[in-house]
């Protein structure tokens, strides 16, 4: 499989590894968001949240919280992001499951998701179409 994490993985890429234990490889993103930025990567391939098994994200955020302060402090940041996408449309650009972990500093510049105002009928609309779609097994 043509996939960059799981040569890294592999240790066919080089990396800059933080952390590594049975599942789990975490090392920092060749293009920082920020200072620190780091990746949460499962070892057993998957694509996204669809596809990955319960256990690998169970102790992904096991890790994220037991690393995110850490990482922090390290990097004398004042907050972290913890992000993750899924699909190309929501900017997965590695199609290997991953979470980040984005320190933020005081004035770093960058703009968090903008929200925005919309109507009490749309958000009703959305409310039902999402409901019937949890009715689904
Ligand atoms: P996505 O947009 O898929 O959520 O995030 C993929 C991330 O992987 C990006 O932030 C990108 O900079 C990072 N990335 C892509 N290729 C490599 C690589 O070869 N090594 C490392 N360390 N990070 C990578
Ligand atoms: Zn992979």
Redesign the pocket.
């Known amino acids: 499989m043509n996939c ?1 994490f799981c040569k ?1 993985i592999k240790k066919e ?1 080089p ?2 590894l933080l952390y590594e234990d049975e599942s789990c490889f975490v ?5 920082p968001i920020t200072k620190g930025h780091t ?1 949460v990567v499962p070892k057993k391939h998957s694509e996204n949240l669809l596809d990955i098994e319960e256990k690998d994200v169970l102790h992904c955020m096991n890790l994220i919280k037991k690393l995110g302060p850490k990482i922090m402090k390290a990097m004398k940041a004042d907050g972290f992001n913890v ?1 993750q ?1 899924n699909f190309s449309a929501a ?4 199609m290997h499951t ?1 979470f ?1 972990i984005i320190p933020r500093y005081k004035n770093d510049g960058l703009k968090n998701w903008q929200n925005k105002d919309t109507s009490a009928d749309a958000l009703l609309q959305a409310e039902k179409e999402i409901k019937k779609a949890l009715r689904v097994p």
């Open positions: 960059i890294i890429i990396c800059n090392f920092l993103d060749i293009k990746l992000g996408n900017g997965q650009t590695v991953h980040h």
